[in-house]
């Protein structure tokens, strides 16, 4: 184990996780009492080290008492050594195993790394098994063995596990993340006010009629943001975020999916320098995801010359909006008004999604504009047109 003196070495090894997390694209959340979450949602781990939620207690415990580590691997059938000393025959091996793979060895006493394809079989298969034997997931083995090129000899063995070893390079770390498969979640954030609450309500409800747990946030709280996303079921995650806070505190989180600008969003965009603006999108709005907007936004024209990396949906209550024509000519997607019926343009053709005369007669034009950002959303989260009509005539049925 990792003594009292080498706090540092720890936090190192930390920094390196996120540090490579983040290149693969993988969020991280430091959580308290020094755990550090990786993913989000049902993709998401927890690690203490590189002990993760998925493994048992029992086993790490296990481990701290070398002499009972022993005892419980020969009570298993795996092969032990007997005396921790080593006797003038043989020497100490170190093996690093994650999952079921034997990813490093070392000869103890000579200090000098061993190619693992000069190493016997049996002997990387007694590493492996004797750290999934305590039910880890990461561990390394200390062998006793007077050589490595032949089957496991009598008398040859485990001395003792560590159960939570340092990762101290990259590509050992890139190759733990990658077991661990963890991974995001689809995140989907609607910059408004209160009275938007419902946009995200009904998003929910659709996620969960095609079969994806969803959860909404509306609380401006790091600490909920957090609670929401260390959630381990679920598979959508929806955030109402105070168009005035983004400006000033950011996101709180890594990368966007599908961002939804509303009309309050847009007062804050007048007000505020356009290069403010389009940085916190741009580095928000994850490459190949999408940002929806109304045609009637100020901001929009910058957005539609500048921008390379994600998708931009444009919805509209004008019938015959100019912006909306070449959105359509461009084969990009868009939402708008036709005839009495809400169209929803998928880059490919046209399809009438829902008829004014099918909600209800009270239809105000703000909660009309609503329900096109909700169609827009679900196009860009694939959502089948059946479900997405199901819910909102559920909802705004006459």
Request: with cysteine.
């Given at each position: 184990?990792?003594?009292?003196?080498?706090?540092?070495?720890?936090?190192?090894?930390?920094?390196?996780?996120?540090?490579?997390?983040?290149?693969?694209?993988i969020?991280t959340?430091?959580?308290?009492?020094?755990?550090?979450?990786?993913?989000?949602?049902?993709?998401?781990?927890?690690?203490?080290?590189?002990?993760?939620?998925?493994?048992?207690?029992?086993?790490?415990?296990?481990?701290?008492?070398?002499?009972?580590?022993?005892?419980?691997l020969?009570?298993?059938?795996?092969?032990?050594?007997?005396?921790?000393?080593k006797?003038?025959?043989?020497?100490?091996?170190?093996?690093?195993?994650?999952?079921e793979?034997?990813?490093?060895?070392?000869?103890?006493?000579?200090?000098?790394?061993?190619?693992?394809?000069?190493?016997?079989?049996?002997?990387?298969?007694?590493?492996?098994?004797?750290?999934?034997?305590?039910?880890?997931?990461?561990?390394e083995?200390?062998?006793?063995?007077?050589?490595?090129?032949?089957?496991?000899?009598?008398?040859?063995g485990?001395?003792?596990?560590?159960?939570?070893?340092?990762?101290?390079?990259?590509?050992?770390?890139?190759?733990?993340?990658?077991?661990?498969?963890?991974?995001?979640?689809?995140?989907?954030?609607?910059?408004?006010?209160?009275?938007?609450?419902i946009?995200?309500?009904?998003?929910?409800?659709?996620?969960?009629?095609?079969?994806?747990?969803?959860?909404?946030?509306?609380?401006?709280?790091?600490?909920?943001?957090?609670?929401?996303?260390r959630?381990?079921?679920?598979?959508?995650?929806?955030?109402?975020e105070?168009?005035?806070?983004?400006?000033?505190?950011?996101f709180?989180?890594e990368?966007?999916?599908?961002?939804?600008?509303?009309?309050?969003?847009n007062?804050v965009?007048?007000?505020?320098?356009?290069?403010?603006?389009?940085?916190?999108?741009?580095?928000?709005?994850?490459?190949?995801g999408?940002?929806?907007?109304?045609?009637s936004?100020?901001?929009?024209?910058?957005?539609?010359?500048?921008?390379?990396?994600?998708?931009?949906?444009?919805?509209?209550?004008?019938?015959?909006?100019?912006?909306?024509?070449?959105?359509?000519?461009?084969?990009?997607?868009?939402?708008?008004l036709?005839?009495?019926?809400?169209i929803?343009?998928?880059?490919?053709?046209?399809l009438?999604?829902?008829?004014?005369?099918?909600?209800?007669?009270?239809l105000?034009?703000?909660?009309?504009?609503?329900?096109?950002?909700?169609?827009?959303?679900?196009?860009?989260?694939?959502?089948?047109?059946?479900?997405?009509?199901?819910?909102?005539?559920?909802?705004?049925?006459?």
């Amino acid at each position: 184990m990792i003594s009292k003196g080498s706090l540092k070495v720890v936090e190192l090894e930390e920094e390196m996780i996120k540090a490579v997390a983040k290149k693969m694209g993988i969020p991280t959340i430091k959580l308290e009492n020094n755990l550090l979450q990786l993913g989000y949602g049902r993709y998401r781990r927890i690690l203490d080290g590189v002990i993760s939620d998925n493994v048992s207690h029992l086993g790490v415990n296990i481990s701290l008492d070398q002499d009972f580590t022993r005892s419980f691997l020969k009570g298993l059938g795996l092969k032990v050594h007997d005396k921790e000393d080593k006797s003038e025959e043989g020497d100490i091996y170190r093996f690093l195993v994650i999952g079921e793979r034997v990813l490093r060895a070392k000869n103890i006493t000579t200090r000098k790394s061993l190619s693992l394809d000069s190493v016997d079989k049996s002997y990387k298969d007694l590493a492996v098994k004797a750290v999934g034997s305590l039910g880890l997931e990461v561990g390394e083995v200390y062998l006793y063995s007077y050589t490595l090129d032949g089957p496991i000899r009598e008398g040859e063995g485990v001395i003792k596990l560590d159960s939570k070893p340092l990762l101290d390079n990259k590509g050992l770390i890139k190759k733990f993340i990658r077991f661990l498969s963890v991974d995001r979640i689809p995140i989907v954030t609607l910059a408004g006010g209160k009275d938007d609450i419902i946009i995200l309500e009904i998003l929910k409800k659709i996620c969960e009629e095609f079969g994806l747990q969803a959860g909404v946030n509306d609380s401006y709280e790091d600490k909920e943001r957090k609670g929401l996303l260390r959630n381990e079921n679920l598979e959508v995650a929806l955030f109402l975020e105070e168009a005035e806070g983004l400006l000033r505190e950011g996101f709180g989180y890594e990368g966007i999916d599908i961002g939804i600008v509303g009309p309050s969003f847009n007062k804050v965009l007048e007000d505020n320098q356009p290069s403010q603006v389009k940085g916190l999108l741009k580095d928000n709005i994850l490459d190949g995801g999408y940002l929806i907007l109304e045609s009637s936004d100020p901001y929009l024209f910058n957005l539609l010359k500048d921008n390379n990396d994600f998708n931009i949906i444009i919805s509209s209550l004008e019938e015959n909006d100019i912006i909306i024509r070449k959105q359509i000519s461009q084969n990009k997607a868009a939402v708008y008004l036709r005839d009495r019926n809400i169209i929803l343009f998928d880059e490919e053709e046209e399809l009438p999604i829902i008829s004014l005369d099918e909600l209800e007669g009270q239809l105000t034009e703000k909660l009309l504009r609503k329900i096109m950002l909700i169609i827009a959303v679900s196009f860009a989260h694939h959502i089948p047109i059946f479900i997405l009509r199901s819910v909102l005539l559920e909802f705004f049925r006459i």
